[in-house]
């Protein structure tokens, strides 16, 4: 079934490379239809998943290079679900927001189908080598999509964004070779990696949880490796940026859970330091997202904050945390796809991202005032917003931990709800500016995509019973490891 | 013998208040989308309306009739809300006699008011508005008639405060309209903080808040502790069946259109209260000191209205205060215990008064003689009837208690506000509007003491990011990966000369030498 889920974008890829490059409305209806085929896929695989088991399931494993040890096998458990269902769900988003793009719309669509295909690869990989090919196999199209269609600093900024996370592969490259070595029967299989990992000495497997941290951590971003962030998201073509932001982003973390697992001591041994990046994290990407005028780079940084609880979850090692920290992966998967979705589209009628610009825009486009102060809201955790019960959790958690230490957690709340009112008030209140005068209003296609994405938002703060229970199951395993 | 089988599993009864819900949805919707205006729209509103009512009635008379040939289902547990940890809100309902049959009487008087108001409202502005209004209040009531705890009732209980707002304040355009929709929401808050506060404790000293966990744990309460709770329902009950301290809110409320004071006021949400109490039976046994307080309240009640419905001169306000009496007078029952019948004397007494108040607008029609003027004991004594004309001066009296100390400590919180909050957080309001509208170019600015520690913050977390993290960003990575790049170039421009080749390969064997 997984296979299937990988197959469909990566041969609509192909089928849209078949197509004329001059149809161009045809193409975009290809890549809709293609990848809302896969969303209903992996909803549909709902109904073969047994939410009560722990272990991972939909199993299927083929030799891949014997010699080498390596399989092509997938799996999906309660962690990686939700994120498969994030990544159908924003691919089908992005490409539902990407009726902007005039020009090579082929190559476009092509390059985002391959995409999907390689995020979803990452999420369902049950095999380091596997997941580490899906891994970089994101690059190339995230490359090229910055590249060619992306802004005016968009050169510097794809090659940017390509150095930094190469940078970051090496090292978790050669953690993963080493593990590779060290495993009893040379496989590159999760477990067998785990296996082999767990009989090394302490100190080694501190070294080697540094290195898959740098790898994940530039991705992610953690504080000191987040330098491509900005200008990325900055220069990105807004579609990409949902994508970017929205799943992209949540790679590095799902890479850092899975790191927790196979390296549990080295895990526990560094707690300390996953916790203070975590705090540093939080504060640092909220005062410098509070520091912004521009839109889009402001959306970035809130990213990093957001992302720190992500961490602050993971670092708390026990079971309320990781909870919170795979809830807080799909929450702001939704609320970040929504903001750059929105913000996108605003740049796309006004050409003009500063704040300063924009004026009682409430008057002239309803529709959007009510989305985007909806996604603020969200974006800012209030309650009956999925962020709010993923942040109650990593804060419960934390606390467990580290006691009144996660009141930092509460100071980057504060922060980014500054941040939030600000920017409603200046999108939406003051003296009405006269460039603004006479945008449309967003199209049925626009409303679409920001309803979904603020249903699954609202939805999940007030009803995430299920969600909780689906990943509480597999994280359960996870915490037993610490003894939490 | 075979036993007879159920036609409607117990379940199917969420869908008696979901559907009018829907309705209202629908017709929201409707709206937004641009349609739902005209004779087509109207139309469209009516079949909804109708509709999903009808099969409201259809739904409880079967279960109804399935009750009283199989036995009651009684509580009617579907699962939680959400839970955490060892306290959950549940998700349950009550269908026995009294919830059924008041819920089946209830709809056709809802019935038959959304049937009058289709063309009593014909061609009117707000026709969807209203239809929105009358169907939120007609899924609100039925939640707090088949509720099986005090949550779903509280859901209930508040759609219908929020239905009364709207529909009061119909005639938005009119201030006294909107002021009164204000003044009967305001009134009946006090009566939630009494639900509240009833679910509170209830969940502190009996761990739950459905009706058999209230009902089993009210003998083992101290009377104290069951009178507190009780005090907190009985609160709620007397707001919103507009008792003696809260009647005059009732009479504001007359000001939206006919069907809807008909459905409201005169038939069916006065009688909430009343169905809470005899609802709450077994506390209200634990508590005699609030049972008595009912009934006396309920006596005065009324007496009330009765006084003051004889001085009315307007057909509306006389059939209000006529129910107002004979609501004082089911509390006067509940007060004795004689809770069945106080909910007989409601079903009957809703059914009558529905048909009254839909009346009403052709009363003058009807008469033919002039009204009867006061009795003549009232006009005897001057100062009773001044008394009953004022109605007994309540409101000025709660504006006195009430509103006119909160006005003076809002003003007292205000001046702190201005003078030290404002100046630790922030500008004063009025300031920055001002700024606001004069000067557009500070976007980033930190106010007050604590927002400029952030913009210092900011400005040298900013400072360092430009410095140190984005350095790559700004180009700088890449001109080093160039020079590199030269350097290796000259490197192997070297190598390819063969002099330098052969220097290479000796001196590797050199090394391996």
């Not at chain 1, 109904?47 to 997938?74: I, K, M, T």
């Not at chain 1, 679900?81 to 476009?108: D, Q």
Request: aromatic share 10%; glycine share 10%.
């Amino acid at each position: 079934m997984l296979k299937i889920l990988l197959l469909l974008p990566l041969l609509g890829a192909l089928f849209i490379s078949a197509l004329p490059g001059r149809r161009a409305r045809l193409i975009r209806q290809a890549a809709l239809v293609i990848s809302g085929a896969t969303l209903a896929w992996s909803i549909w695989l709902a109904s073969a998943f047994d939410p009560s088991h722990a272990d991972v399931q939909l199993v299927e494993s083929h030799s891949w290079n014997p010699r080498l040890g390596s399989a092509f096998s997938l799996a999906v458990d309660g962690i990686s679900l939700p994120l498969v269902w994030l990544a159908t769900l924003l691919a089908f988003i992005a490409i539902l927001a990407s009726g902007g793009i005039r020009e090579r719309v082929k190559g476009y669509y092509l390059l985002l189908l391959l995409l999907e295909c390689a995020m979803l690869g990452v999420f369902t990989a049950r095999d380091w080598s596997l997941f580490y090919v899906f891994w970089e196999l994101t690059l190339l199209p995230l490359f090229f999509l910055i590249d060619r269609w992306g802004g005016l600093g968009r050169q510097k900024a794809a090659l940017n964004f390509v150095l930094y996370t190469m940078g970051g592969s090496v090292f978790m490259l050669i953690a993963l070779l080493m593990l590779y070595d060290a495993s009893p029967g040379h496989s590159f299989d999760m477990d067998a990696i785990r296996r082999g990992a767990l009989a090394l000495p302490e100190t080694a497997q501190v070294t080697l949880f540094l290195a898959l941290l740098i790898g994940f951590g530039v991705k992610m971003p953690i504080f000191p490796l987040h330098g491509w962030l900005p200008l990325t998201h900055v220069e990105a073509p807004s579609p990409v940026s949902i994508l970017l932001s929205g799943i992209l982003l949540k790679m590095g973390s799902y890479g850092l859970i899975r790191a927790t697992w196979t390296l549990p001591a080295a895990a526990e041994a560094l707690q300390g330091v996953l916790m203070t990046l975590a705090m540093v994290s939080l504060v640092y990407g909220g005062v410098l997202a509070w520091q912004q005028r521009d839109l889009k780079a402001m959306i970035a940084y809130s990213s990093v904050s957001h992302m720190g609880v992500v961490l602050l979850g993971v670092a708390t090692l026990n079971s309320a945390g990781l909870i919170g920290a795979v809830m807080q992966m799909v929450a702001h998967g939704l609320v970040a796809g929504t903001l750059f979705l929105l913000a996108g589209l605003l740049y796309e009628r006004t050409h003009t991202r500063d704040l300063a610009d924009y004026g009682s825009l409430v008057a002239v486009m309803p529709r959007f005032a009510f989305f985007t102060i909806l996604a603020f809201i969200c974006a800012a955790g209030m309650p009956g917003s999925a962020g709010f019960v993923a942040e109650m959790h990593a804060l419960v958690g934390g606390f467990e931990r580290w006691g009144g230490w996660v009141v930092l957690l509460s100071l980057s709340v504060l922060i980014s709800m500054a941040y939030a009112i600000r920017t409603v008030g200046r999108l939406f209140t003051g003296p009405a500016s006269p460039r603004m005068q006479g945008l449309p209003d967003l199209s049925r296609s626009e409303m679409t995509a920001a309803l979904m994405l603020s249903f699954g938002s609202v939805a999940l703060g007030i009803h995430p019973g299920p969600m909780l229970d689906l990943i509480a199951t597999s994280v359960g395993r996870y915490a037993l490891l610490f003894g939490a | 013998m075979l036993m007879p089988v159920p036609i409607l599993p117990a379940e199917g009864v969420a869908l008696a208040p979901a559907l009018p819900l829907i309705a209202a949805l629908l017709i929201l919707g409707l709206r937004i989308a641009g349609r739902g205006v005209g004779e087509s729209g109207e139309r469209a509103i009516a079949r909804i309306t109708l509709g999903a009512n009808i099969a409201v009635e259809g739904l409880l008379i079967v279960f109804l009739l399935q009750g009283l040939i199989l036995g009651w289902p009684g509580h009617v547990d579907m699962g939680n809300w959400f839970a955490s940890g060892d306290w959950r809100l549940p998700l349950s309902f009550t269908l026995d006699g009294m919830s059924l049959g008041i819920a089946s009487v209830t709809t056709f008087i809802a019935l038959a008011a959304l049937k009058f108001s289709l063309t009593y409202m014909h061609r009117e502005a707000g026709f969807a508005r209203f239809f929105v209004g009358m169907n939120l209040f007609a899924g609100g009531i039925l939640l707090v008639l088949l509720a099986g705890n005090a949550i779903l009732l509280f859901t209930g209980w508040e759609l219908m405060g929020l239905a009364s707002w709207m529909l009061i304040g119909y005639a938005f355009e009119r201030p006294t309209a909107t002021l009164n929709a204000q003044r009967a929401f305001l009134t009946n808050r006090v009566g939630d903080a009494g639900l509240l506060l009833a679910m509170a404790l209830s969940f502190l000293w009996l761990g739950g808040i459905d009706w058999p966990t209230l009902e089993a744990g009210a003998p083992r309460l101290p009377t104290l502790y069951a009178s507190l709770i009780a005090l907190g329902f009985v609160t709620a009950a007397l707001a919103k069946s507009a008792q003696l301290p809260f009647t005059p809110w009732i009479a504001r409320a007359l000001e939206g259109p006919t069907p809807s004071s008909a459905l409201f006021y005169g038939a069916v949400m006065v009688h909430a209260g009343v169905f809470l109490l005899a609802r709450l039976g077994p506390l209200l046994a634990e508590a005699p000191g609030i049972s008595f307080l009912i009934a006396l309240l309920g006596a005065l009640t009324a007496c009330y209205g009765w006084l003051v419905g004889y001085v009315q001169s307007d057909v509306k306000s006389a059939l209000l205060y006529a129910t107002v009496s004979q609501v004082g007078l089911m509390f006067v029952a509940i007060g004795l215990g004689w809770f069945e019948l106080a909910a007989w004397h409601a079903a009957l007494h809703a059914l009558w008064r529905a048909w009254q108040f839909l009346s009403a607008p052709s009363y003058m029609h009807m008469l033919d003689a002039p009204t009867r003027p006061a009795p003549e004991w009232l006009r005897k004594h001057g100062w009773l009837y001044t008394a009953a004309l004022q109605r007994f001066w309540l409101e000025p009296l709660a504006d006195r208690l009430l509103t006119l100390p909160s006005r003076a400590l809002a003003r007292d919180l205000r001046a702190l506000d201005e003078n030290v909050v404002c100046a630790l957080v922030g500008m004063s309001e009025a300031q920055r509007v001002t700024e606001l509208l004069s000067t557009r170019e500070e976007v980033v600015k930190g106010r007050g003491v604590i927002g400029r520690m952030l913009a210092w913050s900011a400005h040298h977390l900013y400072r360092f990011e430009r410095r140190l993290v984005l350095q790559g960003g700004d180009g700088s990575l890449a001109k080093g990966l160039n020079r590199l790049g030269i350097w290796l170039r000259f490197v192997e421009s070297l190598l390819e000369q063969p002099r330098y080749l052969l220097v290479l390969i000796m001196a590797t064997v050199v090394v391996i030498l």
